[in-house]
């Protein structure tokens, strides 16, 4: 099942309203310290099960979280089209 990333990010950024990480009013700014902290805890994550998330691991979950705080970025950004942003991102690494 595709995820329409766009939707998954207005969704990641309401999540985080609602889990008082950032205000309607917050910049995008406020959600890059956000990614630092995800960032970190993927560093210190191990191999071992979450114990947070039933079925994955902690690296998966650290990774996850990574890409959560990343969609919220885009979405506080206002990026009007994610699934291209990546795949232009994507042609131009390779």
Do not use: N
């Amino acid at each position: 099942m595709a995820i329409p990333l766009k939707k998954f990010a207005g969704q990641c950024a309401q999540a985080a309203i609602e889990g008082g990480k950032i205000t309607e009013m917050s910049s995008p700014r406020a959600v890059v310290y956000d990614i630092s902290r995800q960032w970190r805890e993927l560093y210190a994550a191990t191999s071992f099960m979450s114990l947070s998330v039933d079925g994955w691991s902690e690296k998966e979950v650290a990774a996850a979280g990574v890409i959560i705080a990343s969609l919220t970025f885009l979405d506080r950004l206002g990026c009007r089209d994610v699934e291209q942003l990546l795949r232009d991102t994507l042609a131009h690494r390779t």
